[in-house]
T-cell receptor, first 113, second 110 residues
């Protein structure tokens, strides 16, 4: 089954404790992206990757890091999480580029106390 | 960068009525305009999309129209059903990024 898998689905943690949210897709997609969703603000792009070892900032990259060492994986790293990063996070992938239908994962709800 | 405005933020209709959600975008280089439906607690799912070389696209009860000159596009849902109740997002995309509107909560009452 074609899918985008995120882990964990839920996480409660404390300020300053490094965390990683994993994202993996099995569709051989070149393009992967991270979004955060906050009430009333819609989905905002954090980082995206056009292919292996190619990453770039989206609209709200502050406080986040990403890496793309393998085509299927695109982890989101919060080096020193803060309460304003409490949000619902979605990973998405698509063929070739951003202007293609994006397949979303089931989301990760992060709470940072 | 791209800016996408979406209206209305909430829309209540009776079952069987039509619903229209409108979006405007700012970057004339955007060439891809998808619409996503998100049910409570679930991931966004693509319901229809349109590219800048097409003015209208229809898929059963849903249709999307695009006016490139005015930089706006709209989602039309006819014969609404209670299961159409969800949050709908428009988006505008170019080569590398996709910018979303803030969403419209559609409530369809039986």
């Amino acid at each position: 089954e074609a899918q985008v898998t995120q882990n964990p689905r839920y996480l409660i943690t404390v300020t300053g404790k490094k965390l990683t949210v994993t994202c993996s897709q099995n569709m051989n997609h070149e393009y992967m992206s991270w979004y955060r969703q906050d009430p009333g603000l819609g989905l905002r792009q954090i980082y995206y990757s056009m292919n292996v070892e190619v990453t770039d900032k989206g609209d709200v990259p502050e406080g986040y890091k990403v890496s793309r060492k393998e085509k299927r994986n695109f982890p989101l790293i919060l080096e020193s999480p803060s309460p304003n990063q409490t949000s619902l996070y979605f990973c998405a992938s698509s063929t070739s580029q951003g202007s293609q239908p994006q397949h979303f994962g089931d989301g990760t709800r992060l709470s940072i106390l | 960068g791209e800016n996408v405005e979406q209206h209305p933020s909430t829309l209540s209709v009776q079952e069987g009525d039509s619903a229209v959600i409108k979006c405007t975008y700012s970057d004339s280089a955007s060439n891809y305009f998808p619409w996503y439906k998100q049910e409570l607690g679930k991931r966004p799912q693509l319901i229809i999309d349109i590219r800048s070389n097409v003015g209208e696209k229809k898929d059963q009860r849903i249709a999307v129209t695009l006016n490139k000159t005015a930089k706006h596009f709209s989602l039309h849902i006819t014969e609404t059903q209670p299961e159409d109740s969800a949050v709908y997002f428009c988006a505008a995309g170019g080569y590398s990024t996709l910018t979303f509107g803030k969403g419209t909560m559609l409530l369809v009452s039986p």
